[in-house]
Structure formats: C-alpha cells, structure tokens
C-alpha cells in the first residue's frame, strides 16, 4: 500500500475515535457519592448503685448502618456512610484489652448505643451516646478508696511496708486513691483483695478495671482463695500495666468463658510491682472493678 495512503488512514482513524471518545463521556452525567458525615467525640458511661466511681478509656467506635459493619474507628472518630434517608445506626464502645492497640474489642459490659437518623448527603451529624453498664453485669469486686478501710490488705510479699494504703493526694476521680511507695529495702510490692466469689457461682465471664498511675509496671492475678507459695502465686501474673505518669484505665479480660479456672469458684485479685534500677518507685491505683455477667 501507498506509504501516504497508509498514514492518511491512520490520521483519519484517530481523528474519528477521539471524536466518539469525546461524545461519549460529555453524553455522560457526572454523579457525586452520596456521602454523611457522623462524628462521634466520645463516649460517655453512667453508673448505677452498685459500679463505684466510673472512669472509662473507651478508645473506638464499631459502627454498623442497618446490618452491615463498617468496621473500627479511632475516637475521635469522623465516619463517611454511603447513604441517605432513614437509617438504624449502632455505635459499639470498643476497648483495648491490656491496653493493647492490637487487641480491640467491643467492651461487653457497656451499652450499644443506637438510634435511627435521617443522613442527609454532605452534611455531619455529632452523637456523642451516653450509655451504661449493661443489665447483666454485676460487680464482685469494687474498690475505688472513697473511705479509710482500703481492702487491698492481704499483703503477699515479704516487707511490711510495701502496702496500698488510701491517699487523698490526686486520684483518679473521686476523693481518695490506693497508693504504695518502693524502695531499695523494700523492693516488692504483692497485695490481694479479700475473696471474691465467696459461695463459688458460675459466672460466665470476667473482667477487671483498673486506673494505674506509676513508675513501674504493674502485673496483677486472678489467685486461688488460699494464695499458695510463691512458686504457685508468681507465674499468674501474666497481664500488666506499663509504667505511666498520668492515670490511664486499662481493662482486662481475665476469665473468657464457664469452663475456665475460677469461674466457679473463689478468688483474689492480686497486683504486683518490682522495683527496678531507680531508687524508688510510686504506685497509685484507683477505680477497681471485678465485673462479671450474670448466668443466663
């Protein structure tokens, strides 16, 4: 073929598919996503007569739009949904177990929050829930030193000085806090808390809170209502709290289901601290919660 020919062919071609490129997508509506905006600041959590002072360190929101899930947002949290008109919206309080990033989940003993909101695309709603401890918690355990008679008292260690004694000088919340000094002579702090679970009933699941300010870390147990030697005691304490100069609430999962030690049957909550290389260390905890659900 004529090499002129060939390239006037070639123009012409192009020349016509830009053409129809250019009808095709101006013959196109261009559509926005319908995107609301839900912004959640935080959570707040009320009381009842029987949960002490409440402090809360409710980390993340799940939120789920009828039945779908869309996922975990940091609190804080500014959430786009894909929708508008009425719609079911739960909001899930999420806490860190240990304090860990990496092991969020749905606190079971707070309320979910829900409501039903009319999304209007392109603008935000706020809801900051105020919840409560769901009807099937209950409280073994509550110390949270707001009189004299503090009752970490069982002291495990081998120094009579190294004790948690109430404090009114800046707790947590509230008028008092248990607080505990170290030192070179006084090296080991390991307390209890009377028995929990006295008369032995299945309880499903078990959690503990606890607000913790220190300068070491703090190991606490689940032990047996006769605590046993140290070589029984010490290899329990396998969750803790790192050091920290303001008071953090830090929430614990310590019994997962019926079938596992201590479900059914008496207790002690027990915390321990070792002094490091410093010269001295300072311990304060406050708002200790034993939480439970009640048998179904």
């Known amino acids: 073929m004529n090499p002129k020919l060939m390239t006037r062919l070639l123009s012409s071609f192009l020349i016509v598919t830009l053409i129809f490129t250019v009808l095709l997508f101006s013959s196109c509506e ?44 940091p609190l804080p ?9 009425e719609h079911r919206i739960r909001l899930e309080p999420v806490v860190r177990i240990a304090g860990l990033s990496a092991n969020r989940t749905v606190y079971p003993f707070y309320e979910v929050f829900e409501e039903t909101l009319d999304l209007v695309p392109g603008t935000i709603d706020t809801i900051r829930p105020t919840i409560s401890y769901v009807s099937t918690s209950s409280f073994g355990y509550v110390e949270d030193f707001e009189t004299n008679n503090a009752s970490l008292i069982l002291d495990l260690d081998d120094f009579s000085e190294t004790q948690i004694e109430r404090s009114t000088d800046s707790p947590s919340l509230g008028s008092g806090a248990g607080v505990a000094t170290l030192t070179r002579d006084a090296n080991i702090l390991e307390v209890a808390s009377p028995v929990i679970n006295s008369t032995g009933q299945a309880w499903n699941r078990i959690w503990v809170e606890v607000d913790y300010k220190g300068t070491v870390p703090l190991a606490l147990a689940l032990i047996p209502e006769t605590p046993g030697p140290d070589q029984e005691r010490l290899p329990r304490f396998v969750q803790g709290i790192s050091s920290t100069e303001q008071f953090i609430k830090i929430y614990f999962e310590v019994v997962a289901n019926s079938q596992q030690e201590f479900a059914s049957a008496p207790f002690r909550l027990a915390f321990l601290a070792v002094l490091d290389s410093t010269e001295t260390a300072n311990i304060s905890v406050d708002n200790i919660k034993v939480v439970h659900q009640n048998p179904l």
């Open 30 to 73: 261009t559509r926005e996503l319908e995107v609301t905006y839900l912004f959640v600041p935080t959570f707040d959590v009320e009381g009842n007569g029987m949960s002490g002072d409440v402090s809360t360190n409710i980390t993340d929101v799940r939120v789920v739009i009828g039945a779908e899930s869309l996922g975990f947002y």
């Open 77 to 85: 949290a500014r959430i786009p949904i894909l929708a508008s008109g």
